[in-house]
C-alpha cells in the first residue's frame, strides 16, 4: 500500500502542476478542501473511490490515470463529447482510444486556437504520423519542408524526419493526429506533447 500511496499522490501532484493549477483551484474544480489535496499530495491520508472520482473528473484524466496499469480492452467506443481531454493554452488534445491489446497506434483529436503550436522545437520519433485537417488551417514543417493542410487533406510521413505544427491563421483548427508507435511503444505521443505527461493516459 505505501508505494500505491506514493504513486497516488506523486501523480496528483504532478497532473495538477500540468495543468497548471494551484491546489485550492484543483480542490474548487473536484470540490474538495485545500487542506484534502495537500494532504493526498503528500500521501498523508488516502481518498477514497469517490475523491478519486471527483479528482479525475476535474483534471480530466480517467481515474486509472492515478495506479499503474490500465486494463485493456478489444473494442473501444468513445461518444463525442465524452472523450478523455486536456486542454492548455491554446491547445485541446482529445485521446481516441489507447488501450488495445498490442496497439500500435496512437489517435488524437487536436483543437488548436489561433497562432497555437507545438513549440518551435521539433519532433523526431520512430514510426509513421497521419495527419488530416478537419477544419481551418494547420501548417506542417517536416524536414524543413511547410506543408499547410486544408480541411480533407493528408499528411502522411516517416516521423523520423523533424517535424512540428502549428495555426498560422486567425481562426481555430482542428486535426486527426494518428501516431503509429511501433511495437507498443509509448514513444510519439510524449515526444509531441512533453509538456503534457498525462497523455499517454486519455486514450
Known amino acids: ?13 504532478g497532473l495538477r502542476k500540468e495543468r497548471e493549477l494551484s491546489q485550492r483551484e ?16 503528500r500521501n498523508e491520508i488516502s ?28 473494442v473501444i467506443h468513445t461518444r463525442a463529447g465524452e ?5 492548455s493554452r491554446g491547445l485541446v488534445i482529445e ?14 483529436c487536436v483543437t488548436l486556437a489561433p497562432q497555437a503550436d507545438t513549440g518551435r522545437e521539433q519532433v523526431v520519433h520512430a514510426g509513421h504520423e497521419l495527419v488530416c485537417c478537419l477544419a481551418g488551417g494547420v501548417e506542417y514543417t517536416v524536414d524543413g519542408v511547410v506543408y499547410l493542410l486544408h480541411p480533407g487533406d493528408l499528411l502522411l510521413f516517416e516521423a523520423d524526419l523533424p ?26 505521443a510524449p515526444r509531441h506533447f512533453t509538456e503534457y505527461p498525462s497523455v499517454t493516459h486519455i486514450g
Open 163 to 188: 517535424h512540428y505544427w502549428r495555426n498560422p491563421g486567425t481562426e481555430t483548427a482542428r486535426l486527426l493526429l494518428v501516431l503509429q508507435a511501433p511495437g507498443g511503444l509509448q514513444d510519439p
Open 26 to 41: 484543483l480542490a474548487e474544480l473536484a470540490g474538495l478542501s485545500p487542506n484534502a489535496i495537500s494532504l493526498i499530495e
Open 95 to 108: 485521446g481516441l482510444g489507447a488501450r488495445l491489446d498490442g496497439q500500435q497506434m496512437e489517435p488524437f
Open 83 to 87: 472523450r478523455p481531454a486536456i486542454t
Open 47 to 74: 481518498p477514497s473511490v469517490a475523491t478519486l472520482q471527483r479528482l479525475a473528473g476535474a483534471l480530466k484524466v480517467k481515474m486509472g490515470y492515478f495506479f499503474e496499469g490500465t486494463a485493456e480492452a478489444r
Open 1 to 13: 500500500m505505501a508505494d500505491l500511496k506514493f504513486s497516488l499522490g506523486a501523480r496528483l501532484h
